[in-house]
């Protein structure tokens, strides 16, 4: 057997050479401490309780060496049955599993569930709404890509933009809440509106928040974008082709870095979205960087959007004015029999959707992400399913990182920016 | 109202009511207008059911079970069609006794246009051809629905649940006739998962991963592999029930076979 020799990168006693770096030594290692392992394949199960997973993943691969020859996911570690569930509760009620699926962007699938059950309903929803759910919206494709950028730095080994950039998303928490309530679990829309109007002095906390964040970004620019490791663990890692990745159902992010232009907002725009000045960033290589790039321009882009969104924002109802749907006033609500009596009923019975179905699409932070509603022309939906962005994001994963080294599963798994809660449904 | 809360609990044990028979897959108008449902009528003829339109602008078609397979491929690569992009695979499951409805949601990124593919299957024949060699989303997606619904897709390589343990026995759980609740009560459910072993957290295809394990632990060294499970194992009891039968001869917990203890 050869006797096996490794460079050692940082000598055991560094010495520095001319150039500042540190000079190479040869370290012969003897043969009958270095076994030959050729062709012996290794079993490495990967979660489903580990940090790089970004939740209840498991992967279990087959290793020849540092080499990946098989990459296996398994999920279902989260499955909590919404879609069941979703068929035992009437429209309304579903909005708060929908935020559950996602809680790194919770108000995207909020607005995209109900934008599915007007759909099916015939509803048109108010200017006012249009615009608010399009801030909704935008600000948590934010939320989401900055978590995203945090996490992956932390996994890749930067550890600096993660609390920079979990500052700008305490911001959005705080908006979050004084929107909605709540700072994860929204549940802010309701079929027909939202559950209440812009609190006073939200636009103008929301504003604050947009003129400062592109500095934020700067700095993480500034410190990921050139840096030596960050490219070393990214470039050419991860690849998949346009062909490829639009064959595998890559969306969001992940299809546009591999040089598809496919964005639902601009293909099949929603709310006005043709109106907005706004691009749709492409990558060339299909790899982790371009993935990463593409990522920090639409949170530039996404800021265009809540900026145009501010400023175009109309007065009037927030609501539609249908009784069938929306909930009388407060107010009526003491006074009159009939509006009690009209509030009971909404409640109690639920709204009847007539006999149909609507598969919708739209751009959430992950990808496209699909709700399907099939009614009976009951108050509870016959199928609700929701394709998700997520879920088919990671059905890729084996081709992208077999063959490759295990140290780029971690980077290729971080990239796609997956959430489990919505992955195991 | 007698039983006020009636309503919230209704369906918990029994499954959610089916639909009215004549609201099933209904809804939609006639389809016209749409590029690609007329060159399906010419170009398939009697494989074409029916074509509707749902939501005021989703184009679906209703095909033959038999065909689906070939009418998707040349939806797929067809000049005039290329839809390259499968953005959604599901079912739907009316109850009742009713057949089920395997959904294809298409999207061609060369012309820009979405069409949906319905296939109706009879409870008594859940076998359809798989799409998997035309787009790879099926993977995944196919697993989800054989999993959830119970469907069988011929010529998938690898169709195996996804989303419940390979060992769940309690059936597909989104069919009607399943109930939320699932069909065993909780302690069978607990007792269930409490005796998963590693056949059940691993493919028989993975545990031939890198040989028999020389110096294995006793999670290892299981039944049917080299030496079987390890002397210590065998016989371990439990010390917080008292009983000193072995773990693995002990019979089920009393209430908690499948019928009993809801």
Not at chain 1, 298 to 325: C, F, K, T, Y
Not at chain 2, 222 to 251: W, Y
Request: include cysteine; proline fraction near 6%.
């Amino acid at each position: 057997m050869a006797t096996k020799k490794v460079e050692y990168v940082v000598a055991r006693n560094p010495g520095l050479g001319t150039d500042g770096n540190p000079v190479p030594v040869t370290v012969p290692i003897p043969a009958e401490l270095e076994p030959q392992m050729q062709g012996e394949h290794m079993l490495i199960n990967i979660g489903p309780q580990h940090p790089a997973t970004h939740g209840v993943l498991r992967l279990v691969l087959e290793l020849d060496g540092e080499t990946v020859i098989r990459c296996i996911p398994h999920i279902g570690y989260l499955h909590s049955s919404f879609e069941k569930l979703g068929e035992y509760r009437n429209w309304n009620q579903i909005v708060p599993l929908t935020d559950r699926m996602d809680y790194l962007a919770p108000l995207i699938y909020n607005c995209a569930y109900a934008m599915s059950v007007e759909k099916l309903m015939g509803i048109e929803v108010t200017e006012r709404c249009k615009v608010v759910r399009v801030i909704c919206m935008e600000l948590d494709r934010i939320f989401s890509h900055l978590l995203w950028a945090g996490t992956t730095a932390m996994d890749i080994g930067a550890f600096t933009p993660f609390l920079y950039l979990f500052q700008e998303r305490e911001r959005i928490y705080d908006l979050h809440e004084a929107l909605t309530g709540a700072r994860i679990t929204t549940s802010s829309t309701r079929i027909g509106g939202m559950m209440a109007d812009l609190p006073p002095g939200w636009t103008a906390a929301l504003r604050k928040f947009i003129e400062n964040l592109p500095r934020t970004l700067d700095e993480v620019d500034t410190l990921l974008t050139n840096h030596q490791i960050w490219r070393g663990r990214n470039e050419n890692v991860g690849v998949i082709g346009a062909e490829d990745a639009v064959n595998y159902g890559l969306t969001g992010a992940n299809l546009r870095a591999s040089g598809v232009d496919y964005d639902v907002r601009k293909d099949r725009p929603y709310y006005d979205y043709e109106t907005y000045d706004f691009e749709v960033p492409v990558g060339e290589n299909g790899d982790c960087y371009d993935r990463y790039l593409v990522r920090m321009e639409e949170m530039r882009q996404s800021i265009n959007i809540l900026r145009q969104a501010l400023d175009r924002l109309p007065d009037g109802p927030i609501n539609v004015d249908d009784p069938r749907v929306i909930l009388p006033g407060k107010t009526d609500l003491m006074a009159d029999m009939e509006s009690m009596i009209h509030h009971f009923k909404v409640v109690m019975e639920g709204v009847n959707a007539p006999v149909g179905e609507s598969w919708l699409g739209i751009e959430s932070s992950k990808g496209e992400l699909g709700m399907y509603v099939v009614s009976d022309g009951g108050s509870k939906p016959v199928r609700w399913r929701v394709r998700g962005p997520s879920f088919i994001n990671l059905s890729a994963l084996p081709k992208m990182v077999e063959g490759r080294l295990l140290s780029d599963v971690i980077a290729t798994n971080a990239s796609l920016d997956i959430v489990l809660g919505e992955i195991d449904r | 109202m007698d039983k006020p809360f009636e309503k919230a609990v209704q369906g918990l044990e029994t499954g959610p009511e089916a639909s009215t028979p004549e609201a099933a897959g209904q809804g939609g108008v006639e389809s016209t207008g749409h590029p690609s449902v007329a060159a399906l009528r010419e170009k398939f003829g009697a494989a074409i059911l029916k074509a509707v339109v749902f939501s005021g602008d989703e184009h679906c078609v209703y095909v033959d079970a038999e065909r689906s397979a070939e009418i998707l491929h040349w939806l797929r690569d067809d000049a005039s069609q290329r839809y390259d992009y499968l953005q959604d695979l599901t079912a739907i499951d009316y109850g009742g006794g009713r057949p089920l409805e395997v959904v294809y949601q298409l999207w061609s990124n060369t012309h820009k246009r979405q069409l949906r593919l319905k296939v109706t299957l009879p409870l008594h024949a859940l076998e359809i051809d798989s799409v998997y060699d035309l787009w790879r989303t099926s993977d995944w997606l196919e697993r989800e629905v054989f999993d959830l619904f119970g469907i069988h897709f011929r010529g998938h390589p690898d169709l195996r649940r996804i989303l419940m343990p390979e060992n769940y026995a309690e059936g597909h759980p989104l069919r009607k006739d399943f109930p939320l609740r699932g069909r065993f009560s909780r302690a069978e459910q607990t007792r269930l998962a409490l005796s998963m072993r590693v056949e059940d957290y691993y493919t028989p295809d993975e545990l031939t991963i890198g040989g028999t394990p020389v110096a294995a632990g006793d999670g290892l060294a299981r039944e049917g592999r080299v030496g079987g499970p390890s002397e210590a194992v065998k016989n371990t009891t439990d010390p917080m029930i008292g009983g000193d039968i072995p773990i693995s001869q002990r019979a089920p917990v009393p209430g908690g076979e499948a019928t009993q203890g809801r």
